[in-house]
């Protein structure tokens, strides 16, 4: 079955105190793996997209990577602002249209 | 920036009671999609429309709901006859076609409570 699992659930930083998240897949290949960010009752707000192994992409403090197995979620010297929950999604080939299976998510607090 | 517009932004309803959510996608997008959460709950996918028909579904997206693409601008879902399980915020997203990228797009959502 395909799934994303995301861990850990929940993350406490101080501000500054750099750290990764993981997003680990198991989709029968892979068409993309997206970050998302949710802020509390709000839609979630694209970050990223991987295609292949090997993959980075950044963005400001956040830096996303991918491997056949999983994808980080990197964030350097955090700052408040960057607490809310982070999302992973993958969609894959097979599927008619793109749809996203997505992960539970972390939520990431950021402490000044 | 374009974006995603979704109304209302809260509905309440009493069980059984039809309900519309509206969404507004991002102009000259292509594919159109409806997901839910669940307080607490991953993000699910319901259904993608593509050219004006549904191109896939999932198993929650049963005969209760359905969408409609009723002008150039708006995406609708029509859940006939609400339940108590209905409760959840409702997400719209768009997509640009094939050359303009996979990635979705999302609404604000409308928070669903069912009564």
């Known amino acids: 079955e395909d799934q994303v699992t995301q861990s850990p659930e929940a993350l406490r930083l101080q501000e500054g105190e750099s750290s990764s998240l993981n997003c680990s897949y198991t989709v029968s290949g892979l068409r993309g793996l997206f970050w998302y960010r949710q802020d509390p009752g709000k839609g979630p707000e694209f970050l990223f997209t991987l295609y292949s192994a090997g993959e980075e992409k950044e963005k400001e403090r956040l830096k996303a990577t991918l491997t056949k197995k999983e994808s980080f979620l990197h964030i350097t010297a955090p700052k408040p602002e960057d607490s809310a929950t982070y999302l992973c999604a993958a969609s894959y080939y097979g599927g008619a249209t793109n749809k996203l299976i997505f992960g539970t998510g972390t939520l990431l607090a950021v402490q000044p | 920036e374009p974006e995603v517009t979704q109304t209302p932004s809260h509905q309440v309803t009493q069980m059984g009671q039809e309900v519309i959510l509206r969404c507004v996608p991002i102009?000259?997008?292509?594919?159109f999609y409806w997901y839910r959460q669940i307080l607490g709950q991953k993000v699910e996918f319901l259904v993608s429309f593509y050219n004006n028909e549904i191109s896939e579904k999932s198993e929650i997206f049963d005969d209760q709901f359905s969408v409609e693409r009723p002008d150039g601008s708006n995406f609708t879902l029509k859940i006939r006859s609400t339940k108590l399980e209905d409760s959840a915020m409702y997400f719209c997203?768009?997509?640009?076609?094939?050359?303009?990228?996979?990635?979705?797009?999302f609404g604000p959502g409308t928070r669903l409570t069912v009564l």
């Open positions: 997203a768009s997509r640009p076609g094939t050359s303009g990228g996979s990635e979705q797009f």
């Open positions: 102009s000259n997008h292509l594919y």
